[in-house]
């Protein structure tokens, strides 16, 4: 088991840049395929990036592609979400979930942890 706690979020002008990170419990965090997703108010919680074990594999929801990096550091057992010139729409809360899954997730159900979410919000 394994448990997820976020952090890094905050309020920031469209345009400005946040790294969120995710800080994992447990000695097998190398063994969980990794996650970030977000939620806006009143709608479903989408797909933003995963990275696979060991990092050598991410894919991005096309909103996010060319301005979000994920990124792991396992001896750390961090996932990092680094999202650069954010807008307005990029407003939620982001979540991280951990996988045992050995392919790359894109839905919630292939997830089987959750961190508690951390709130972004970006002004225009």
């Known amino acids: 088991q394994v448990q997820l706690v976020e952090s890094g979020g905050g309020l920031v002008q469209a345009g400005d840049s946040l790294r969120l990170s995710c800080a994992a419990s447990g000695r097998t965090f190398s063994s969980y395929v990794m996650g970030w997703f977000r939620q806006a108010p009143g709608k479903a919680r989408d797909f933003v990036a995963v990275?696979?074990?060991?990092?050598?594999?991410?894919d991005y929801a096309d909103s996010v592609k060319g301005r979000f990096t994920i990124s792991r550091d396992n001896a750390k057992n961090t996932v990092y979400l680094q999202m650069n010139s954010l807008k307005p729409e990029d407003t939620a809360v982001y979540y991280c979930?951990?996988?045992?899954?050995?392919?790359?997730?894109?839905?919630?159900?292939?997830?089987?942890?959750w961190g508690q979410g951390t709130q972004v919000t970006v002004s225009s």
């Open positions: 979930a951990a996988s045992t899954d050995y392919v790359l997730g894109y839905r919630t159900n292939r997830y089987d942890y």
């Open positions: 990275i696979s074990r060991v990092g050598g594999t991410t």
